[in-house]
């Protein structure tokens, strides 16, 4: 029986690899989108894939909210987070929400196919590698308010103060605000350092 695969991440390189290993192989049909509405729209039209490997980072990803999104519109398909490093609170958050596991992008090629096959068994496959899966840190990665984290979003896609501030009928001084508490509460430098720290550990 061939395994229908849905690799959706905006890595190239490794997109390329992954999908040419697969398709090469005669037990597996490897499809790929770069983006969370496309992996949305190829789940809809052609709901039969087996397993769905999610890349937190690509355009269009929002945490936990787009993973659900994701989990619901695979159906019977089994979704794993196919990621660098994701916080582990996250980790266990998705698991909750029916997520299958974790596969680092680490993951020597070779055995992909191992793992693959283990999920597809019925079994949930965390790597113990914890270079893969960052510690809790006391939960101090978890303070932020929604609307910190809404902030924070708008701030990591480029938008100024004014125009979040607009976009939350707010005054600039409470933006300031929100961006201070968020910075503190991150240990970030800045507000591009709190949008890379937000993104490495999976929050937005």
């Not at 991440?9 to 398709?23: C, G, P, Q, R």
């Not at 916080?87 to 992008?105: M, Q, T, V, W, Y």
């Not at 068994?121 to 510690?135: E, N, Y």
């Amino acid at each position: 029986m061939t395994l229908k695969l849905l690799l959706a991440d905006d890595h190239n390189l490794l997109v390329e690899a992954v999908s040419t290993m697969l398709n090469a192989m005669p037990d597996y049909e490897a499809v790929t989108t770069d983006t969370l509405n496309g992996a949305l729209a190829l789940l809809t039209e052609h709901g039969d894939f087996d397993v769905v490997l999610l890349d937190l980072k690509m355009p269009g990803m929002v945490g936990l909210e787009s993973v659900q999104k994701v989990i619901k519109t695979a159906g019977d398909g089994k979704v794993v987070l196919f990621t660098g490093m994701v916080d582990r609170h996250f980790l266990n958050s998705a698991l909750e929400l029916g997520c299958k596991g974790l596969i680092p992008k680490t993951m020597p090629l070779k055995s992909l196919d191992s793992v693959i096959q283990l999920i597809i068994s019925g079994q949930v496959f965390v790597p113990m590698d914890t270079a893969s899966v960052a510690g809790d840190s006391g939960g101090k990665d978890h303070d932020l308010s929604d609307k910190e984290l809404y902030v924070l979003r708008l701030a990591a896609d480029g938008l100024t103060n004014k125009e979040i501030a607009r976009g939350m009928d707010a005054s600039e001084v409470t933006v300031k605000m929100h961006m201070r508490s968020i910075c503190k509460k991150l240990g970030a430098r800045n507000r591009a350092h709190a949008a890379m720290i937000s993104r490495e550990r999976a929050l937005i």
